[in-house]
């Protein structure tokens, strides 16, 4: 499967209520995420999959777009509903969505 060939969605378009699965590092995710985000760092997802939700659209998102594809088309591999969020959290951040940080703060992207 190629990437362009993903689902994909625009961070600007994520509903609010959406299931979403951020993929980046433990630093990344401490300095700025979206509040009600599950973290599981890319390289534990195989081991954690159990953690990610089922019945519902999995919205995936790193940095830029990268890592969420490859976790995106795992997901997928595995009978899992799932869509790479394209531009990763810079486009979140560039679009106005909100960011915390590991305190409740507001937070950044790393």
């Known amino acids: ?3 362009s060939q ?3 969605v625009d961070a600007a378009a994520v509903p609010a209520d959406a299931i979403l699965l951020d993929v980046r590092e433990n630093d990344e995710w401490a ?11 890319m390289g ?14 999995v919205h995936v998102v790193c940095r830029v777009g990268g890592r969420s594809a490859q976790v ?23 679009a106005g969505r909100p960011l915390v940080d ?3 703060a507001e937070g950044y992207v790393l």
């Open 44 to 57: 534990e997802v195989v081991a954690r999959i159990a953690e990610v939700p089922d019945g519902g659209r």
């Open 31 to 41: 300095a700025g995420h979206a509040e009600n985000a599950l973290h599981i760092p």
């Open 1 to 3: 499967m190629f990437r």
């Open 102 to 104: 590991a305190t409740g």
């Open 72 to 94: 995106t088309q795992y997901l997928i591999a595995q009978g899992m509903d799932a869509v790479n969020v394209s531009g990763g959290m810079l486009d979140w951040e560039a």
């Open 6 to 8: 993903l689902p994909a």
